[in-house]
């Protein structure tokens, strides 16, 4: 990721991305205080837009707060930042990476009085779990580790150390030939997926973990309960068992990165008719026509850079 052209918002100042390096002491490297967002820009008809700028740079302002780190620059600041960056390397369409860290000032579990920094950089980024898992749906392992516990890491927090569970669920997966991973909450109780959120459909209805089960409270997440309302189908958020994602008639992931990722096969299960289910491809469906400034009613979220 290190040696290519274009620019990265560092502090304040767009650098070369050759040169956006920080010292090997620096604090969140070593103990993993740190928060992120994943963002995604779109090519509409009237230019590349930033889906839902507002919510994702909240939650990053929000996840800091959690995590006692003062971020040195406005919400406004950061926003025009990641606006910045996209036009900067011209990208049409892309994935953005602010990231707020804590620096090298001192090490020693403390970081008390060490300056909190910010960054913003962006990249194309295709289908996160592949174009074929879009159309055909994915193959899911329940994970032999268990998500957060939601007073042991702040799991309303995207916060860079509660990825170390993710990695591990994510390797353990794909190193057994699935796509990605299933964690089950300590009650064990479904929480998400390693970089998503779940959702599982039955007799019509759809179903997704609250958030009690420690999963992430996603934007995408949020999208998907306006377009259930826009498509009359009734949202239940729920404690779901992975027993009841068996015997769904369709489940699929959501995230930035991942966006609506239909979900085929759990544990060798195969789940409804082992592929893309129609209210799935519906909800997929109009999902791209929002961020790709389709429809006119949510236009308010796309941000043109
Ligand atoms: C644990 C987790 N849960 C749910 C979500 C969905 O949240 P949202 O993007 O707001 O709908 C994500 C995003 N995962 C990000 C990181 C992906 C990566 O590999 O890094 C993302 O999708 O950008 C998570 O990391």
Redesign the pocket.
Known sequence: MEDRDGKIWMDGQLVDWRDAKIHVLTHTLHYGCGAF???RAYKTDKGTAIFRLRE?TE?LFNSAKILRMKIPFTIEQVEAAQKQVVRENQLESC?LRPLTWIGSEKLGVSPKGNKVHLMVAAWAWGA?LGEEGLKRGIRVKTSSYTRHHVNITMTQA?AVS??TN?ILANMEATDEGYDEAMLLDPSGFVS??????LFVIKNGVVYTPDLSAG??N????NTIFHICQDLGLKLVEKRITRDEVYICDEAFF?????EVTPIRELDRIELGTGSRGPITEKIQAAFFDIVNGRNPKYAHWLTLV
């Open positions: 967002e994943g963002v994702h939650r994935y996160y995207k509660n990825y993710s998400e997926g390693a970089g998503e959120n999963a992430l996603g934007i995408t997440r959501t995230g930035t990165a991942a």
